[in-house]
């Protein structure tokens, strides 16, 4: 079921929206060559909890981390691990933060270290696609706009988008309808109503865009080796400019 979400609950949103952008700001001074995602995880549990949150995805089925560390080919869900981060990696860190009931979810790529120049172009083409996404996600827009025109863009600049995992809804439970693909056709889907709120999170790789299941039957990663990049935002439908909770520079 598909929900729209009151004044009060887009609020109790955005509380958690901050701590988040806060620990994602946090993370971003800590990465470097030699650290540990394990180390990451840690940080980030003991950083909400100080900030009166909580991380949803931990337990989420049986997940047992705060964060997804997911490096270099892993496309999502990858498992924090003691194994060093090396110079060139690039890693991305997901995660989603309870304040009261109020979630809030991203996730963003980091380069550690010294990262060659095409893999910094597929972050930066997988972020631009993110945002040419948004700008499509407002009332009486469909969700197949917000999918055409990240897939038009990251196959322009001659990337590939994952189809195996999409944006969602969110609140008060983690993971809701409408499902939210990268993909799609213009003017298809359902249509968009202000007072949902969605997830838009676009995973985008170098080569093709196929998975393939880790052992632990969460961690997808290419088939190919292949890096692949994603950046997420939580966002508000409004009738007008939809308003991105999980924005890092307001």
């Known amino acids: 079921m598909i ?37 990451i995880d840690a940080f980030t549990e003991s950083f909400l909890r100080k900030h009166g949150a909580t991380p949803e995805q931990k337990g989420f089925n049986g997940y047992p981390y705060a964060i997804c560390a997911s490096i270099n080919d892993e496309i999502c869900h990858g498992f924090p691990r003691h194994e060093k981060l090396n110079d060139g990696d690039i890693v991305t860190i997901d995660m989603v933060v309870n304040v009261d009931g109020g979630l809030a979810d991203s996730a963003w790529t980091y380069a550690v270290g010294n990262v060659d120049e095409k893999g910094l172009r597929l972050m930066e083409v997988t972020k631009t696609s993110l945002y040419k996404g948004i700008e499509q996600a407002r009332a009486g827009k469909r969700i197949g706009d917000i999918g055409h025109a990240i897939q038009q863009y990251a196959e322009e600049e001659g990337f590939s988008v994952v189809r195996d995992f999409t944006g969602h809804g969110i609140g008060p439970t983690l993971h809701e309808d409408p499902h939210i693909p990268h993909f799609g056709l213009p003017n298809k889907g359902l249509r968009l109503k202000e007072g949902m709120v969605i997830t838009i999170e676009p995973m985008i790789n170098e080569g093709s865009w196929h998975s393939q299941m880790d052992s632990n039957n969460w961690t997808a ?8 990049a994603q950046y997420e935002h939580t966002i508000v439908i409004t009738k007008d400019e939809p308003i991105i909770l999980t924005e890092q520079d307001k």
């Open 221 to 228: 990663r290419t088939i190919d080796q292949g890096r692949s």
């Open 3 to 39: 929900t729209r979400k009151s004044k009060r609950e887009i609020e109790q949103m955005q509380k958690a929206a901050n701590v988040l952008v806060k620990c994602h700001k946090e993370i971003a001074k800590l990465i470097k060559p030699g650290m540990t995602t394990m180390e």
